[in-house]
């Protein structure tokens, strides 16, 4: 049975993340305290027991010069006992429809192990963010320039992504959590990390696409095996999106993978025409995810 978590199941995912993940209790607090909420925590109860978890996070994204709200998976975990038994399945594929609901076109995850791109790629997620080599801005000098200020640190942080598009947004919240964190592990280096990004509302994101380039004139016959509201032919002409029952219409065919590195623009540069000449390529970023 899957349930939102509630005050009275908030320890049993404390335990399954110790179990599954092995972090120090005072990581955990600071994810518990700034980032765990009952309302965006799903479990799988099995036998009056939750054996299986995750945490869908609220974030802004910049998508196509607009701000989207998106949802960050975190805590992915299932109890070793309770594995291989398609509870985790199930969680994925609820989370899809609870991100619907919500109205949140877009989901984004960080793999902890390579082996896991493969697993996330059966529920229709791509790759859309590389790992970086180079550090990124350091919160110790911005917490030495600003010494006792958080308000104004962040604001100093904010100015250094909040235009950048294809790029994840921080609130203060989230920069209180990012120091907190990084404070005790002693401010270590950080840098763009390998990420992955589902589409929920296949339509939606075209729709923006549409409207930040209008010169642009296509039809996307969008295959998504798992949410069949998107599979469907769009067609993009003057910034307006329309829809035709798949699968009467002609178009570039692409599956929902391909559609999300499409529209985030990553590594587009190196695909065949007419892609190339669409879907102009960008730099997507994510980071300090309290990883």
């Not at 917490?143 to 294809?166: K, S």
Request: some cysteine; aromatic content about 12%; proline content about 5%.
């Amino acid at each position: 049975m899957i349930q939102f978590a509630d005050n009275t199941t908030k320890q049993e995912v404390w335990d399954m993340w110790k179990t599954c993940f092995g972090d120090p209790d005072d990581y955990m607090a600071i994810y518990f305290r700034h980032k765990y909420r009952n309302e965006n925590t799903l479990l799988y109860v099995d036998e009056g027991k939750a054996v299986a978890s995750l945490q869908m996070l609220p974030y802004q994204f910049t998508f196509c010069g607009a701000e989207i709200p998106v949802i960050y998976l975190s805590g992915v975990c299932t109890l070793p006992q309770a594995r291989k038994k398609g509870f985790m399945h199930q969680l994925l594929l609820k989370s899809f429809a609870v991100a619907a609901s919500r109205e949140i076109p877009l989901m984004l995850l960080v793999p902890q192990e390579p082996w896991l791109l493969q697993f996330y790629d059966k529920y229709g997620f791509a790759q859309t963010f590389d790992s970086g080599t180079d550090p990124l801005p350091s919160l110790r000098a911005l917490t030495e320039a600003h010494p006792g200020d958080l308000h104004v640190a962040y604001r100093a942080f904010n100015t250094l992504y909040r235009q950048n598009d294809m790029t994840l947004q921080k609130s203060f919240d989230d920069f209180r959590a990012m120091m907190e964190e990084a404070a005790l592990y002693n401010y270590p280096p950080k840098m763009n990390l390998t990420g992955m990004a589902r589409v929920i509302d296949a339509e939606r994101l075209l729709s923006l696409f549409a409207e930040r380039y209008e010169d642009k004139s296509f039809s996307a016959v969008v295959k998504d095996e798992l949410l069949q509201y998107n599979h469907n032919t769009f067609t993009l002409s003057r910034g307006i999106v329309g829809r035709i029952s798949f699968p009467e219409e002609q178009g570039l065919e692409m599956d929902i993978r391909v559609l999300a590195q499409l529209l985030l623009g990553y590594h587009t540069s190196v695909r065949e025409e007419p892609l190339h000449s669409i879907f102009p390529e960008k730099t997507p970023q994510m980071h300090f995810m309290l990883e």
